[in-house]
């Protein structure tokens, strides 16, 4: 108890503090409004084929690395988090507006690619802004994991209760309830930005900082691996993330409200993995951390092919949960350290690694699950987070041989 009484008695001492867990709780709200469905919106709402529906995530996902990516940098160099945050809130409310009454594909790819490719930089400017947040705070360095961790957590929050109630919306307002919900999420987001984030500018030394690319950054040691191998879970996620309601609805025989519990159900116990793994990074290697959560995810996919009822994906999330809570929040941490003072380079290559993950596990579904079905599409994510459980080790390896090298004879 005392665990978790001493970081919650922090957080709700400090205002800023409190703001980040409320924009967060915001943003996963959003989210989780719109995630858990697209498949089927793409697929039954506007009649695309999955080859097609993975053809236009990829394009938007794509636009997206390419607009997060310009954006991360002058908002470590020329404007502040708040300006950032504005401009991906505006853009959120505006792109839900468009899905929730638009059907025509090429102005849904147009609105895709533009306006909610730019609202996608929300995620990672909260997370460089809670870093910051913290620096300036009295919460020790080797907590920081821990704290991030929980701010994720509140993201995680939202999704406990998000997908059921889009799924009753859906039933009752259609698709474009649901993205007008999301649309008057991203407005409240807007507000709480307006009224309590401060406008406060980089640093003028910041703009001194050499520009890192992304080929140059992935040049550290090991970093390479991490990113790759969280580019390949991402994928598996995204691809689950889209197969199964699918698989509910056309192979288990199920509906809305099955949908709507199961994703509901990961981030009840994604509560107390996030904490749990927090609080291990900041006391232990969290590269052995982020191997366990490569673990966890080979034997949830390896399990949900051979699911044969709804309700048998509802224990399943469980391991859902523990899986989201390393790559979802340690890894964040992780990839932060790795480029001290630039913290929106470093939250966007975290965000990147999700982005370019989820482009190739769009258009990969989409083949799959056209070519050989649905189930075989949880066989190859089993099969990809393995190469990732891989890549893990390896860099492990390799930095071993270097602490070994640089070791006195």
Known sequence: MQRILVPARTLLANHDLVVVLV????????????????SMFGTIEVGMSEWAFGIFMTATALSAIAATTALAR?????WSRRTVLIIGSVCGA???????????????????????????????QLFAHAREVLAKSHVPQSETPLYMNVFRLF???????GPAIA??????YSYRGAFLTAAGLFVVLLGVV?????????????????????????????LLAYFTGLSLIAACVTMGMQNLPLLVLNTLGGDLHHVGIIYSVAPV????FMFYFGWKASRGDQGQIMRTGALIAIVYYALLAFVGAPWHVYPLQILSAAMIAVISGVAITFFQDYLPGQMGSATNLYS???????????????????????RAVFVVCSGLCVVAYGLFWAARLKKAQRVAALAPA
């Not at 002058?74 to 020329?78: I, L, P, R």
């Open 23 to 38: 924009c967060s709780a915001l943003l996963g709200l959003a989210y989780s409004f719109v995630g858990p469905f697209m």
């Open 74 to 78: 002058w908002s470590d160099t020329h």
């Open 94 to 124: 505006l792109g839900y507006v468009g899905y929730a009454l638009v059907r025509d594909v090429p102005w849904l790819l147009a609105i895709g690619c533009t306006v909610l490719a730019v609202s996608t930089i929300s995620f990672s």
């Open 155 to 161: 993201f995680a929050l939202s999704w406990t209760v």
């Open 167 to 172: 799924a009753w919306v859906l039933r009752i």
């Open 194 to 222: 307006l009224w309590r984030i401060p406008h406060d500018p980089p640093p003028a030394a910041n703009r001194m900082v050499p520009k890192v690319p992304l080929r140059v950054a992935l040049a550290q040691p090991g």
């Open 269 to 272: 116990f994604e509560l107390p």
């Open 352 to 374: 990147t690694s999700q982005r370019i993950g989820s482009t190739g596990g769009y258009l990969v579904f989409g083949v799959l699950a056209h070519k050989l079905g649905y």
